[in-house]
């Protein structure tokens, strides 16, 4: 039986990434989309030179894979690259979220989270 | 432009990695042609040009992460590759000599060939000069008495411009004071410093109105003779010196480093008669030049042999079986860069690279197939076959640059050792374009042949060692599944069989080495003092030849210079003659004349000398049999000879000589015969040199001193004779400042000159034998270290089932032996059919086979000593652990 992955920690903005790069799913995740929807979902403005160096901090780290999809006419007929995460990229996801929740927990009033 | 700015996309893809540009390039698209449709096309524009720039940053830090973990990763293999120097210093050690001899040897004969073939030339367009040379194909030599032919081109050529020609003589420098010396200077045209393009720093160069007959004396003077002569004053030009016996007004200097011809410091006008001269009368002279603007060598040369076609219709007997050929200036290169040329030049480098290579890569192998469980680990780790074979290239690109370094540390020293060793064995310095030690380019091509040679080591290994074998070791449990296969068993075949080969001629050079330094400690050259004897002769057009005057004042110098010296205390002798004991040879053939009735007999070698009065005496070489030379001998057209004990042990079966006649044998067989000489005495045998070892023919011929060319003093002495040598000096001075005393130096040190060249020869070979020895040795231990290390648990099981020790050596070592009886048989059989093809004394070279096995097999036996005490301390519980 193979060993169960052990979660990696995580960067703030990583998380960001790997959460949006799911929320998409692995034929829609791709450089600008990551950007847009971290944008759309959490107001902030975000620089598609960052998420281009995130994931290829993230796929270093071996918690994505990339590909390359079809040739698009919207990008001059470029194909996107699209991005799986991993495994041990869900996991460490997983475990990064749940230790937000737990440390939420308690404080929930002083920060001005209601849940 | 929907589509983005288009520098933007031409930034994006040169900083993009490779095989991401188009993804890169199509979010900037995608996010433009959106901005497109909601902006203005100026602010789109704008946007996308921040993108753009932040996505560039972001590129080149992603770029340097890539090359940080590359570079790590390299160090990495740097450092293990360093780390196996030192856990396998048997390896190293033999291994890096190998290597280091291999590339040195190929910087050294890359470097040589370079400047024998085409050497650069540190002038404007160097490779333009040129120049001409006449070979003499009868006499096996170059034809220098030119100037007849001179004068012809210098008229009629075309192909070459600026013709010129020098000849180097010596003179005596003086300043009207006791710093008079002997100097060297360049008689040379004025055209040289046209050919040459570079200016004088000071005055004027020498000009054609110079070169007349009867035109005031001159002299151009080089940088370091006015820096330490004139201390570097300005009003240098225009001062006299005593050149020779002619006042000489210096007319110019010329900048630092300039030496054309060769080496030379001071240039005065060459003048010739106006009246020419007779084809091949006259001095020894050079010829050189500058190709005409578009023309070729092979132009040139066509040229050239065109008009000497066109002298020899006029004149058969002196140039019809002449050649000229038209030369890089320095070099030898007769045309354009040839094949020829290239396979001089590479071809023997990376033959004694293979060699080596294939030596070197047996230890390498097998040092790699004891570590085939850490590839195979590494191999399961995920690392690819291309990543471990870099692994294994990189440890042994180390060990070829640490040879590399020392390799090219020990040619650098020898070619400035060998270079300097020579021009002072020729009493002269360096010719101005060769700079002492290795160019960078020579650096180079020896950091190519490293590359290559760890190529071979670590690469071929390494597919071996990465190829379907792992699949086998990451199945097995233990030992070793490497083998030494079929090609890495006959390259230690064809080592053993090299080794073998070299063994002989390496005992034979150092034996005669060893014979000759011997021979020459019975000879006492510590007490004698050699001199070159000239005389300077007054400024003026070149001798025809036919001057009496010259020979009359030589005769009257040095006979006065003889008696003065003979008359100081502390001479026991003095003589002259062309050579002295120990200065070579100068063999010549010749024909013995047979008794009455019988044919002549050939000789192949007669070894000749001129001697003058007092010259057995003085080397104590009492006449054994009718007399020794008087004056009449010395006269012109004396035809009498002696000879020494051994001309007659050999060609008279021991009767006496007296009397009977010898003659030499003309170069040219059409030319009439030889006049022939009468043997008036015999001597006691004498040594010339080492390699005649007392028992060579010598025919002694008689000269006065002034018709000897060279003319070499000899003076012994009962102290120091190096002490001898200012007095000598003073003395001359003292009769003639034109009196010349050269190359001044005791018999001892001339003697150890000639020896030199042989005794690194020997040296060399020694060394270059006893690597192949211990290349040899370090081979076999690591092929039966391999063996024992595979086959462990097949030793540790015979054991348990009670082989006796003899039993499991002979099964082990059994290879051993077969391949070191292989490699001594191969390298036997190339030797015997060298010795039926050479005709050489087959019982001595049993002799030598026999020896050469004997060292060869006692070396292989002595290789195996560590692995066989291995092989006997396996216990059959090492073979279960294995299991």
New interface residues.
Partial sequence: MADKPRPQSLAEFELLVLLAALSLGPDEA???SIADHIEEKTGRSV????V??TL?RLEAKRLVTTR?GDP?P???G????LVTVLPVGVVSVRATTRAIRAMVVGVGNVIGETK | MTSGPRWAKALLRALAPPGEADDVLGDVEEVHRYRARRHRPLVATALTAIETFDMAAALLRARSVRLRTKGQSMMRDYKLGVRMLVKYPGLSIAGGLALAIAIGIGAVWYDAMRDVFRPALPLPDGDRLVEVEMRDPVASQDERRLLHDFLAWRRDARTIEDLGAYRTVQRTLGFGDARAEPVTVAEITASAFHVTRVPPIMGRPLVDADEQPGAPAVVVIGYHTWRQRFGGREDAIGRTVQLGRTETTVVGVMPEGFAFPINHQLWVPLQLQPSGYAPLEGAAIRVFGRLAAGATQAQANAEFSALVKRTAAVSPRTHEHLLPRVLAYGGESPGDRSVFELVVKHVPVLLILLIACANVGTLVYARTATRDAEIAMRYALGASRGRIVFQLFVEALVLALVAAVVGLAAADWAVKWAMSAFYSGQSATLPFWHDPGLKLTTVIYAGALTVTGAAILGVLPAIKATGSQMQGQLRNTGGSTLRFGAVWTTVMIAQVALTVICIPPAMGIAHEAWRDRVIRGRFPAEEYLAVRLDLDLDAGPIATGREPAIAQRKEELFAELSRRIAQEPGVEAVTVADRLPGMGPAVRSAEVEGSPGAASDFIATLWTATVGPGFFEAFERPVVSGRGFHEGDRAAGARTVVVNEAFARLHMNGASPVGRQVRYVAPDPEAPKLPWFEIVGMVRDIGMTPTDRGEAPYVFHAASPSTLNPAVMGVRVSGDPSAMAPRLRAIAAAIDPGLRLDEMRSLDELAWRVDLPGVVVAGTLTGVVCLGLFLSAAGIFSLMSVSVARRTREIGLRSALGATPARLLAGIFSRAIVLVGSGVAAGNLVLLLFVILSDLDLEIVANALVATSAIMMTVGLLACIEPARRALRIQPTDALKEA
């Avoid at chain 1, 620089?47 to 960052?50: D, F, L, P, S, V």
């Fill in positions: 791709y450089t600008v620089r598609r030179a960052n281009y160096t290829q390359l698009r919207e990008r001059g470029k194909p996107r690259r």
